[in-house]
């Protein structure tokens, strides 16, 4: 029995190979459940989403590798080995946890990844077992410790996200707040669904053509407006966002200008995500305006990612400990079960063979009994100490399950009651 | 054991500063909890050596220049805990906990010699006086410290430096408000110690003129600002700018004061 991972990601596959190899869900526990009913392996889930398509598996036989890579030859249609990766034991398992944390995501330490690995594991949950379940559980434990702990999943990494970050800057919180978004393109619509989620209660589109200002503004609750008029209610807004397509700027300093007499002294913060932009450059020379454009909201970001990079290693300590203490639940599981039912089967041979011992020895008096007795028992367990020990660190250091398999087969263990961690007396924990 | 306690306290106050300002040198945000108990910490140790000059005087002492800047200094502290505590944000211990600090060790470096109080209703009305002027003056440096953050803030975020101040320093939003009310405390604070002193000054004919200046001046700082913002509609830089601008002239002015009358002893 050996813990595998085999796939593929954005790091080792372009986005083509990696579309082709996405499993829908259905499809992911209808594959498992053919590999499994082969003999191939034990339990199985697949982690599918845009970035990665990984096969996690507890191996019933030493040969499911070339089965894994050949299911997913057959997705892609060619070889896939060009692009597939292959971690075994305490490796997949940190590389899980990594994962789950979003170490290994393309925007590092995005939360989105947590979710994911929650929802993979849960649609699985079919051909899913206790060593998987009890893996997947700590992974998703271990990633909230190294969001909580470090700062791995602090500040916006992405343009929308630092464009809210940035308003958040100067408003606090952006509830309450007046919004308005200029174009009603694809770009404003996220801009604008970033603003509502954080509670902007007066939204207001204006576009050129009305009727696409008018159909975005309804779809999500805002006011639509004519391009003409939106100037005379710039004065109530706090956030503008400009989006339109316009080959030269449209808001002008004068445009500013004439809206600042009547907001006093509150700040207004303007975020350009247009290109070419929307505002004149000298617009963020006015007093209480802060002007962000697509460079601005891309340093921010960056600079959030540079930050979340130099906690990278305190997060990774942080799951090499979880990573040993799901190996010591491991070894507990796999490796105690086996050493408990080899000990009590030596002891048996053991009675057995100082009982007919003592026979021909014939008459002894109770003390040379007792020596003898306290001699053979005193042999075994030192006889037995070594590879009791040895055969719980091979399971707790990850690379030991073969070796539990082999302890069983060599000392004929495999039908006793109590030695399968998977058919045995472990229960699914999960 | 007065010195001690207050060196203890300014300890407490440095350390807290020092924590506060962790965000910078290990970019990790900083720990409320700690900055709070350290700052009470440091309370505790002030108000343990303003407790033994009362006793070593034999009635409460918060007159002289140096009992006077070192009780300023733990009502400085013992305000900027109750907002930190509510807004649940520690920045301001970086601006607010060194000057607390500062005041103290010029308050002990000046002497801890009180002048000699009066006894009975004169003695409550002048240090109901010099509590509440204590007060005013404390949040107005508050509400100086939050204007001059605000100013940093602002500068970073027009610049759009995304550098440790932008992570770490709360929104221009919460400093604007911050300095709103502790303006308005301010206010209220000088506005009271003031009445009291005038009404003291008239009952027991006490008039000290420099000492009339300075708290006029520092009550019309704080009164433009107040008035600044509730009739004109003052807010964001130009009340921070006001509050830090204003803050600073009656700094000055209590220096000229102070060394104008450096051997008469006719003032604070």
Known sequence: ?430 | MIPIAHFVAVTFYLAAAAVAALPFARRVKAPVGGVVIMLLLGIGAHATALAGLTRQAGAASLTGLGPGLSFAGLVLVISLVVVESLAREVSLTLVAAPVAALVTVAGNLAGMHPFLEPQGVRAVWLTMHIVLSFIGIAAYATAAAAGTMYLVARRELKSARFGAIFRFFPPLDTLDRVNHLASIAGFLGLTLGLALAAGYSFEYRALVLPQIIWGMGAWVGVSALVLGRVLRGWQARRAALMSAVTFASVVALYVVFRMASLNRGQFL
């Open chain 1, 1 to 430: 029995m050996a813990l595998i991972v085999a796939g593929v990601s954005h790091t080792t596959a372009p986005i083509e190979v990696r579309e082709k190899l996405t499993f829908r869900p259905q499809d992911a526990v209808r594959e498992l459940a053919l590999l499994r009913a082969k003999g191939l392996i034990r339990e199985g889930v697949v982690l599918s989403t845009c970035n990665r398509t990984e096969i996690y598996a507890v191996e019933e036989s030493n040969d499911t590798l070339p089965d894994i890579s050949s299911l997913l030859s057959n997705r892609l249609g060619d070889d896939v080995a060009g692009f597939m990766y292959v971690h075994r034991d305490r490796e997949a398992t940190a590389h899980l946890f990594g994962v789950a944390a979003g170490l290994d995501s393309m925007i590092l330490g995005e939360a989105q990844i947590q979710g994911q690995v929650k929802a993979a594991w849960e649609q699985c949950r079919a051909e899913s077992g206790p060593i998987l379940n009890r893996m997947f559980q700590i992974s998703l434990l271990a990633a909230s410790r190294a969001r909580v702990e470090t700062g791995i999943g602090r500040g916006a990494a992405s343009v929308s996200s630092a464009a809210v970050q940035l308003a958040k800057k100067i408003f606090g919180g952006l509830g309450g707040r007046r919004a308005m978004i200029l174009g009603a393109g694809d770009v404003a619509e996220l801009a604008l669904e970033c603003l509502l989620k954080e509670g902007v209660s007066v939204a207001i589109v204006a576009n050129r053509t009305h009727e696409r200002a008018q159909n975005l503004a309804e779809r999500h609750g805002a006011t639509a407006m004519h391009y003409e008029e939106c100037w005379e209610s710039l004065h109530d807004v706090d956030v503008l966002i400009c989006s339109t397509a316009s080959p030269s700027p449209v808001v002008t300093v004068a445009r500013i200008r004439a809206s600042i007499a009547a907001r006093g002294d509150r700040p207004l913060c303007i975020l350009d995500i247009a290109l070419p932009r929307d505002v004149e450059a000298s617009v963020g020379d006015i007093g209480n305006v802060f002007l962000y454009d697509l460079d601005d909201l891309r340093a921010a970001a960056a600079a959030n990612l540079e930050q979340r990079g130099e906690d990278v290693p305190a997060a990774r300590e942080i799951i090499a400990v979880e990573v040993q203490k799901y190996w010591d639940w491991v070894a507990g599981l796999a490796a105690v079960p086996v050493v408990r039912e080899f000990r009590e089967e030596m002891d048996r041979l053991r009675s057995t063979e100082l009982a007919a011992a003592l026979k021909r020895l014939g008459p002894l008096s109770p003390e040379q009994a007792e020596a003898i007795e306290h001699f053979s028992r005193s042999l075994m367990n030192k006889f037995l100490h070594e590879p009791s020990v040895r055969l719980k660190a091979a399971a707790a250091n990850g690379r030991g399950l073969g070796v539990v398999d082999a302890a069983r087969y060599l000392f004929a263990l495999e039908n006793k009651p109590g030695t399968d961690p998977q058919k045995g007396d472990s229960t699914d924990i999960a």
